[in-house]
């Protein structure tokens, strides 16, 4: 992967930066504070940025699920991050278009003849991300999409990570699905929120993996300092389910739209069956966006 491009998009206050690989977003800078906002992929934690989840989300069973009696193999999130064969297929002054196409590889490890566009859009202060797909197949397509965006977290000199909270636009009562060893949807779940909005971001948080919310209420998130308030805001009102994570003990905090989920650990591994997967018709379009906000 040493042939990374950066594709830029720019107006009066934001600055974004998208890796070509995986039309990964990989900078978001407010022009009027200079702060960059998207983690800068440092492997001592996590290599990443914000990929871009498809055709799955999080964890296979034995990384195999099967579709009409024929088994195949996809790796946790799916092929399109980190996918070298993304093309930037529309560039204008405040958008930029990517797109990947099934291939004969892709075909090995998913039967399906798809297009995936992936849109960013700069609106003001507010950064669109467009994912749309494509059914160029005869049959219908079963796929998962979602996002991956890590923010840093703490900004400010002498603040902690500590001192950093998400906020939902309501109270509401939250449990997260509690995963198992190898990343799958156990049976169990534990309470975060009882009739409050605010989850406040500890080293501790994500011990235990991920937190992960199904058929979640609220449809906007925001980032807030105890000290300097909010930092940002992502709404995301066409994905039902929120994936909260951190490496332990990372300077970063993902938050994630989904619209998919991680295999259930009595999964029968039927991709029609999966929980969460998408069924798309020859010939339609699907589309779903969610949108960063800086304050």
């Not at 059914?135 to 977290?153: R, T």
């Not at 909005?197 to 919310?213: E, G, S, V, W």
């Not at 929980?275 to 699907?286: A, H, V, W």
């Given at each position: 992967?040493?042939?990374?491009?950066?594709?830029?998009?720019?107006?009066?206050?934001?600055?974004?930066?998208?890796?070509?690989?995986?039309?990964?977003?990989?900078?978001?800078?407010?022009?009027?504070?200079?702060?960059?906002?998207i983690w800068q992929g440092d492997p001592a934690f996590w290599a990443s940025h914000a990929p871009i989840l498809f055709p799955i989300i999080g964890a296979l069973k034995d990384n195999i699920y099967f579709?009409?009696?024929?088994?195949?193999?996809?790796?946790?999130?799916?092929?399109?991050?980190?996918?070298?064969?993304v093309i930037l297929k529309r560039e204008e002054k405040e958008q930029l278009i990517f797109s990947l196409k099934f291939s004969e590889d892709s075909l090995k490890n998913y039967p399906f003849k798809f297009?995936?566009?992936?849109?960013?859009?700069?609106?003001?202060?507010?950064?669109?991300?467009?994912?749309?797909?494509?059914?160029?197949?005869?049959?219908?397509?079963?796929?998962?999409?979602?996002?991956?965006?890590?923010?840093?977290?703490?900004?400010?000199?002498?603040?902690?990570?500590?001192?950093?909270?998400?906020?939902?636009?309501?109270?509401?009562?939250?449990?997260?699905?509690?995963?198992?060893?190898?990343?799958?949807?156990?049976?169990?779940?534990?309470?975060?929120?009882?009739?409050?909005?605010?989850?406040?971001?500890?080293?501790?948080?994500?011990?235990?993996?991920?937190?992960?919310?199904?058929?979640?209420?609220?449809?906007?998130?925001?980032?807030?300092?105890?000290?300097?308030?909010?930092?940002?805001?992502?709404?995301?009102?066409?994905?039902?389910?929120?994936g909260l994570w951190a490496k332990p003990n990372a300077p970063y905090v993902c938050i994630e739209p989904w619209l998919g989920i991680a295999d259930l650990e009595n999964t029968d591994q039927d991709l029609?069956?999966?929980?969460?997967?998408?069924?798309?018709?020859?010939?339609?379009?699907?589309?779903?966006?969610?949108?960063?906000?800086?304050?």
């Amino acid at each position: 992967m040493e042939n990374v491009q950066i594709h830029r998009l720019e107006n009066d206050f934001l600055s974004v930066g998208i890796k070509s690989i995986g039309a990964e977003l990989c900078s978001l800078i407010n022009k009027n504070t200079g702060t960059e906002h998207i983690w800068q992929g440092d492997p001592a934690f996590w290599a990443s940025h914000a990929p871009i989840l498809f055709p799955i989300i999080g964890a296979l069973k034995d990384n195999i699920y099967f579709f009409e009696g024929k088994e195949f193999h996809l790796a946790k999130h799916g092929f399109f991050r980190n996918n070298e064969n993304v093309i930037l297929k529309r560039e204008e002054k405040e958008q930029l278009i990517f797109s990947l196409k099934f291939s004969e590889d892709s075909l090995k490890n998913y039967p399906f003849k798809f297009e995936l566009e992936v849109g960013f859009l700069l609106k003001g202060k507010t950064l669109e991300i467009k994912h749309d797909v494509f059914n160029l197949d005869e049959k219908p397509i079963y796929f998962s999409i979602g996002g991956h965006p890590a923010f840093n977290v703490p900004l400010y000199l002498g603040e902690t990570y500590e001192d950093y909270f998400l906020e939902f636009d309501q109270n509401m009562d939250l449990t997260t699905a509690v995963l198992s060893n190898d990343g799958l949807i156990s049976n169990t779940s534990e309470a975060v929120l009882n009739n409050e909005d605010k989850i406040n971001l500890r080293k501790d948080l994500f011990d235990n993996d991920a937190l992960i919310f199904q058929d979640i209420a609220s449809k906007k998130i925001s980032l807030n300092s105890k000290h300097n308030g909010r930092i940002l805001s992502l709404s995301y009102s066409d994905f039902n389910n929120l994936g909260l994570w951190a490496k332990p003990n990372a300077p970063y905090v993902c938050i994630e739209p989904w619209l998919g989920i991680a295999d259930l650990e009595n999964t029968d591994q039927d991709l029609k069956n999966k929980k969460g997967i998408n069924k798309l018709m020859p010939s339609q379009s699907f589309s779903a966006s969610y949108t960063i906000e800086i304050d």
